[in-house]
């Protein structure tokens, strides 16, 4: 019995156990480094092995529901980023609206508040943008974008107030520019 116990069935277990043991511990070195098992692992080897990969499987749990969550929190970052160009892209089209604008907020410098929301908006990771837009649309941003940047090197650190930029040709074409983009973006 013990002949056979010694010679049979004990290798198998090891030819099992082994390489389950490496996984164990290559998974606690990738995935679980925080925690203190691997002097579990080392010191009760093969006995300590069913209850890691028990543990394996509740950090894979957790991940899977990690990442889902990450995917749902993402999504809706990449829509809100959208929602937010079109919106800065809609006021930049509309005189009317800046002007609204300009009455509401008194204090503030409406023109410069255009960039600067342009600016916040378009300036985000490039990952979301290119996620957010379909190559078309991508382009045409791009295009808005630098045309923005030509018109804020013009004016450096004084961009005039909304009446008088309005009727610059620099606000004409970006307003231009706006409208078509927004009509390709809808």
């Known amino acids: ?11 198998v277990l090891l030819s099992v156990g082994m390489p389950l043991w490496i996984y164990c511990i290559w ?5 679980d480094k925080d925690s203190n098992r691997l002097m579990m692992l080392l010191v009760l080897n093969l006995y300590y092995v069913p209850f890691y990969l028990f543990r394996i499987r509740k950090i894979k749990r957790e991940q899977r529901i990690r990442a889902l969550s990450e995917d749902i929190y993402d999504r809706d970052f990449i829509n809100m980023s959208r929602a937010s160009i079109v919106d800065t892209l809609t006021l930049w089209s509309s005189k009317e609206e800046q002007l609204d604008f300009k ?17 916040s908006v378009y300036r985000i990771d490039i990952r979301i943008i290119d996620e957010a837009f379909g190559e078309l649309e991508r382009e045409l941003l791009k295009t808005f974008d630098k045309t923005i940047l030509i018109s804020r090197e013009k004016y450096s650190d004084r961009v005039p ?11 004409k074409v970006m307003n231009r520019l706006a409208k078509e983009i927004l009509k390709e973006i809808r």
């Open 161 to 171: 107030d909304i009446n008088e930029f309005q009727n610059t040709n620099d606000w």
């Open 1 to 11: 019995m013990n002949d056979i116990l010694l010679h049979k069935v004990f290798p």
């Open 27 to 31: 998974f606690l070195n990738k995935y």
């Open 103 to 119: 009455s509401l907020e008194v204090d503030i410098s409406i023109s410069e508040e255009l960039f600067q929301q342009w600016d």
